[in-house]
């Protein structure tokens, strides 16, 4: 059973957790929402990263393995309506799962250390659902941090959290790192800073991608501007075989994290 159930949409920890919704609220209280099942498993496997957990009923009997770790690992399971749940989560249909977490982003000098293999930049990203996604994809790609620079979107927010589908729990994630001092560090730490840009000379076909390297990743629309252009050790593009125009960020990114990945695998058998 949960500790109680909510069916007030104004109770005060209803209200505490909904203003997590707005960038603010956030970063005053340094917590955010994990909602669904996927995400709330990640956020739990993660210690003391969770808070808070609101169940449905349903929510409950569907995925009593994720609630049953929430108390084993001492979070208060708060039961809520679905008047309740309605007025947390952030999605049209709610899966009746909604984490409160602490903040989980490192220092740069944390997550990058020397020896680090694949890094994943992003730069001016403004869409939340993009940059979740690169996230996702750095994970699986083995990446060993993710580097959201300042004028990039918030990777606390709700959709970044849930395109991320738990990734965000996985590597190590810095946020609000200015670009300039986060290439300087990067290449302090050994890795060669390429800038994946349309604008790029060279193609991913002619670059050696056997050593440690970090991927700048630009804006949606325009793509990275000229003085970070600058920053990286080349700017390389993904070559268009076909007659598309362009690819978007996130398959863009997923294209070159994954061919640093396999390069680098190679270079190791």
């Known amino acids: 059973m949960a500790v109680s159930e909510l069916t007030n949409t104004k109770s005060p920890r209803v209200k505490a957790a909904k203003r997590l919704a707005k960038r603010a609220f956030r970063e ?6 994990a909602e669904g099942p996927q995400a709330v498993r990640e956020a739990l ?10 169940a449905t009923a349903d929510a409950e009997a ?9 108390r084993r690992a001492g979070v208060p399971v708060f039961g809520a309506s679905g008047e309740v749940m309605a007025e947390l989560a952030q999605t049209v249909t709610p899966q009746g799962l909604l984490a409160v977490c602490r903040f989980v982003h490192v220092p740069l ?25 690169v996230l ?5 790609a083995g990446a060993g941090a993710v580097v959201f620079t300042d004028a990039s979107v918030d990777p606390y927010n709700g959709k970044c959290v849930r395109a991320s589908a738990g990734s965000l729990f996985h590597l190590p994630v810095v946020t609000g790192a200015p670009v300039a001092s986060a290439v300087a560090h990067l290449k302090d730490a050994g890795l060669r800073v390429l800038a994946a840009d349309g604008a790029g ?7 050696d991608l056997s050593g440690p390297v970090a991927w700048l990743f630009g804006n949606e629309a325009w793509g990275l501007p000229k003085d970070v252009l600058e920053l990286a050790d080349e700017v390389v593009r993904v070559p268009i075989y076909g007659r598309a125009e362009s690819l978007n960020l996130a ?13 680098q695998r190679a270079a190791r058998c």
């Open 62 to 70: 569907r995925h009593g393995d994720i609630v049953e770790a929430a």
């Open 45 to 54: 496997a993660s210690p003391d990263v969770v808070t808070e957990l609101f």
């Open 201 to 207: 000379e060279g193609t991913l076909d002619d670059v």
């Open 136 to 140: 996702r994809t750095a994970d699986a």
């Open 109 to 133: 000098a944390e997550a990058v250390r020397p020896g680090a293999g694949l890094v994943a930049v992003l730069t001016h990203v403004r869409d939340p659902g993009n940059a979740g996604t």
């Open 251 to 263: 398959t863009a990114a997923a294209v070159c994290l994954y061919a640093s990945a396999r390069a």
């Open 28 to 33: 005053r209280d340094r917590a955010f929402l």
